[in-house]
């Protein structure tokens, strides 16, 4: 006799569970069906999934477990996913995820990376921030430009010729610094500013030329305009120490003093107190230089041995300003005034200064902040010069000092002859041939 709840036949008994008979069932399935109907629950059983009261049609019943005869783990035809893989790889292109229900939409095929894009765009924004950064770099370089001397005061000028002329003074100014400052770089405390070096730098055609001026270079003071009274001051025929004139009056005399004596134009004007100059030394980390022979001077506190060395601001201000150690005093002088500054426009420009923005900007800065030009002098007339700089001293142009014939009074004259075939020689783009001591 079956035990199967009343209202049921046998068609009623839905899946074969088997075991090879068909009145066998599982504890499993009495359960399921005892709760399906509830403790107590009068009437038929009620379809699987159905939440009415009706009894289901015949041939429905308890979902139908798979049958293990066929070999592939389900009745054919039976819609019942066993599980084993068919031969479909999940999150290929058209398929589905490991994780996916049944039923959920395929996803979208993975393409592979536009890497032409990206290149593209990472170009474009490296661009950008390097332009973005030049501007702005430009414009804060600018901006620290002292463009404090009128060049247009400058009466009676010659006319230009071929290339540019650069003026270019080491003053011993002591602007903004303390006693302890004047004390340790040895620069005494004496009022007003004086000139301790002065060069012409002619950038042309057919090469670059440095030409130092001797401090004690003797001169005939020309006419003049005040630079701030703007009387004009008569020539009177007095003979002045060049550095003397520059004590005078300031930049405009000294320009104007130049230009009468030699008949070459000066185009732009570039001065650098003693803190600065140091400042500088020390912002690139130092300069290296070969020192011929070792040398002593109480005055500058310079004290030297032969050989190679790496200077600081300190030393470097020292080594540049010292002439009582040498017998050729102030002709020495320029020449070592030359070689440091050819060692130290190499020094700025090599990449550990101008690839490392912490050594870069400080060094534009510190020498910046302590530049006076003139009036007309832009970014790209200094980068001209410094460049033209680092070409002299780099074998590509001429170094010399002004042609000197002899000296009376313990000044220096200019050989005048040679003075003129130099000018002519500047003005026309023609190479150098004078030489100077």
Known sequence: MNDWPEGWSDDNRGPRYGRGSAGAQPESARV??????????PG????????????????????????????????????????????????GPGGRGPGDPPGAPTRSPRTAPNWRRRIKWTAITVATVVVVTSVATY???????????????????????????????????????????????HTGGAEGKRTDSMMILHVGGDGDTLISLPRDSDVVVPSYEGSTSGKVYPAQGRHAKLNATYAEDGPTLLVRTIEANTGLRIDHYVEIGFQGFAGIVDAVGGVEIDIDKGFKDKWSGADFKAGKQTLDGQQALA???TRHAFAASDLQRTKNQQKFLAALAHQVATPSTVLNPFRFYPTMGAGLDSLIVDKDMGL??????????????????????????????????WDKAKVKTLVD???????VTVTGD
Do not use: C
């Open 425 to 431: 020689e500047l003005n026309n783009g023609q190479k």
């Open 32 to 41: 399921m069906r005892q709760v399906r109907r509830g403790p107590g629950t």
């Open 139 to 185: 414009f804060w370089a600018d901006s620290k430009l002292r463009r404090e001397v009128d060049l247009s005061k400058v009466i009676d000028r010659p006319e230009g010729g071929d290339g540019t002329n650069y003026l270019i003074v080491g003053s011993d100014s002591r602007e903004g610094m303390s006693k302890e400052d004047e004390k340790k770089l």
């Open 380 to 413: 790209w007339d200094l980068a001209s010069m410094f460049w033209a700089m680092k070409g002299v001293s780099g074998g590509d142009g001429t170094s010399m000092n002004m042609p000197i014939s002899g000296s009376v009074g313990g000044n220096l004259v």
């Open 319 to 321: 080594f540049v300003r």
């Open 44 to 91: 038929p059983r009620p379809a699987y999934g159905d939440r009415g009261p009706a009894a289901p049609p015949s041939g429905a019943g308890v979902p139908r477990q798979p049958s293990y005869v066929d070999g592939r783990g389900h009745e054919s035809g039976a819609g019942y996913d066993s599980g084993y893989n068919t031969g479909q790889v999940y999150g």
